[in-house]
Structures are given as C-alpha cells and as structure tokens.
C-alpha cells in the first residue's frame, strides 16, 4: 500500500509560479513510477506530467511542455511538479499517482495510488 499527500496548490496571479508536494509512504517509493493529473469542473482528469522511479526519464502533455517540470527526490519519497508561466487554464484540482511500470503513463485508470488532490487557481 502507498499513500500518498499532495501540497502546494492555492492561488496565483497569471505568469506566477507555484511548485506543488506529493509525500509518499508505504512500500518502495523509487520502485514506482509517479504521475500528476488535474481535473477542472465538469472535464475529465488529464494527464500533466510523470516521472520514471529513477527519475531519468520524464512525459509531459504539449499544454505544460516548456512551463510546467517534473521531479523526484527518492531520499525523501517525494514528487514534485514546478508550475511557473501559470495561465487561467491551469486552474484544476491537481493529483498525484504512482503506478508499478512505466508504460502507458498517461493513461489515468492505470495508476495503482492516488492522493486526494490539491486546488490551483490561476486568476486573469
């Protein structure tokens, strides 16, 4: 079992910053893959950004390419996602996840864990 807590969402400004937590415990942090998915109002959840357990390979979907970053510190079980450039379009419920492979990380119903999700609203 994993679980995992994001932190670090809240309120910012158009072109502002924010870098978003996700804390895990429970098994073998750098075994799993980790992901970061949003979902606003009345849309499905969207995959953002994941991460391979070593860290070295990352995915990005072509809305955040260039502005949004993913990473990881295994020594801490934690996953980051630095959000800078933040347009009112980012603003959604974001959560993170672990799956036990690599493939097909975008794909939401195949992540193992989830946390319960941190608001970001970017304001215009």
């Known amino acids: 079992q994993v679980q995992l807590v994001e932190s670090g969402g809240g309120l910012v400004q158009a072109g502002g910053s924010l870098r978003l937590s996700c804390a895990a415990s429970?098994?073998?942090?750098?075994?799993?893959?980790m992901g970061w998915f949003r979902q606003a109002p009345g849309s499905e959840r969207e995959f953002v950004a994941a991460?391979?357990?070593?860290?070295?390979?990352?995915y990005y979907a072509d809305s955040v390419k260039g502005r949004f970053t993913i990473s990881r510190d295994n020594a801490k079980n934690t996953v980051y996602l630095q959000m800078n450039s933040l347009k009112p379009e980012d603003t959604a419920v974001y959560y993170c996840?672990?799956?036990?492979?690599?493939?097909?990380?975008?794909?939401?119903?195949?992540?193992?864990?989830w946390g319960q999700g941190t608001q970001v609203t970017v304001s215009s």
């Open positions: 996840a672990a799956k036990s492979t690599i493939v097909r990380v975008t794909t939401p119903r195949l992540y193992d864990y």
């Open positions: 429970g098994r073998t942090f750098s075994s799993y893959a």
């Open positions: 991460v391979s357990g070593s860290g070295g390979s990352t």
